[in-house]
């Protein structure tokens, strides 16, 4: 059956300094699957997130998103195609509420203009339908009680969860998510994976980091493995972790 990955990058490369962060001459990434990108500390898993998604600016690479080259093309466009992601350390805004960090996800514009987008109105008549499609989320990653209460009062946990709910508000395609596991309440682990579950079964393509191997064994459908800069395997789960470039990399760094 003939291939059909929603991403593909083609010899993306960032050096900072004398370091090739990340050196990477082929990536696909498999549609409606869950693919985890794994790799010990420093192997460019966040850098590449970066230049996918508009962060940060190659020294050389290409790469398609559903056909559309978007080398380049800023984070707040790739929204509008569909394409979102999560932070390692989240992008919450504390100083707003629940609700108002939620309709921020909807606000497909430059950063300059979101504060207008969030205080003027320059949501085109949407409102109505945009708060209620934020209800809808806040209830299914169950934050609706928190709706009114600032963003900075959550959890660690709570706010890697606002953040993925906040992303969903673009009705994505792909949803890529940094490290969602990392500084979560052992309480929420299990919640925040069904979510990454829930949105495979929604339809949607899910690429995430991880270092914790039994998350990525019980949830991704392929693996990614990165080594300074390159990727160094990849596959389904049960294969790459026996694979002996995979485990000489994590072995080889710590
Ligand atoms: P971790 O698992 O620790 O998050 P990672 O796989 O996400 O690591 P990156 O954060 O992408 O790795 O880092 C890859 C390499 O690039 C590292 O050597 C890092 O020090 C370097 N690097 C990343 N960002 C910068 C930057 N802005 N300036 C200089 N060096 C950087």
Redesign the pocket.
Known sequence: KKRDPIVVAENISRS??G?N??DVEYLEIPRHKITALI??????????FNLLTGFDNPNSGKWQFEGHNIAGVSSYKLARLGMVRTF?LTKVMGKLTVMENMRLGAADQPGERLSKALFKGIWGGREKEITAQADVLLEKFKLDAKKNDYAASLSGGQRKLLEMARSLMVRPKLVMLD?PMAGVNPALTQSLLDHIKNLKSEGMTVLF?E?DMNMVRHIADWVVV?AE?KIVAEGPPADVMKNPAVIDAYLGAH
Not at 39 to 48: D, F, I, M, W
């Open positions: 900072f300094g370091i962060a990340v790799g010990p500390n420093g192997a460019g898993k966040t850098t590449l390692q490290e980091v270092h990165m800069g």
